[in-house]
Nanobody, 115 residues
Framework: QVQLVESGGGLVQPGGSLRLSCAAS????????MGWYRQAPGERRELVAD???????TYADSVKGRFTISRDNAKNTVYLQMNSLKPEDTAVYFC?????????WGQGTQVTVSS
């Protein structure tokens, strides 16, 4: 059984930074994509960023230049460094793992950007 455990959310002032981490455990193929999605109240869940095992990345336009996704393949862990945070970044952030088209999700971690 695959399990994703997130950490690093919290409350931060506009312009501040946070780093999210997500560790994947269980049995799954090494060829996979790990990423982060977010969902604000009343909104659809949206892709923030993802990264392949080889390091290829995709970012939502709204976070380009501010967020950086990275992964440690030896630890099956993905990170999201979030800088220059804005109030509109407030959402629950979910870790995602895709293995041969099958999606796995973390429980979510709240990020609140407010003064």
């Amino acid at each position: 059984q695959v399990q994703l455990v997130e950490s690093g959310g919290g409350l931060v002032q506009p312009g501040g930074s946070l780093r999210l981490s997500c560790a994947a455990s269980g049995r799954f193929f090494s060829s996979n994509i790990m990423g982060w999605y977010r969902q604000a109240p009343g909104e659809r869940r949206e892709l923030v960023a993802d990264i392949t095992r080889g390091g290829s990345t995709t970012y939502a336009d709204s976070v380009k230049g501010r967020f950086t996704i990275s992964r440690d393949n030896a630890k099956n862990t993905v990170y999201l460094q979030m800088n220059s945070l804005k109030p509109e970044d407030t959402a629950v952030y979910f870790c995602n793992l895709i293995v041969f088209g099958q999606n796995y999700w973390g429980q979510g971690t709240q990020v609140t950007v407010s003064s």
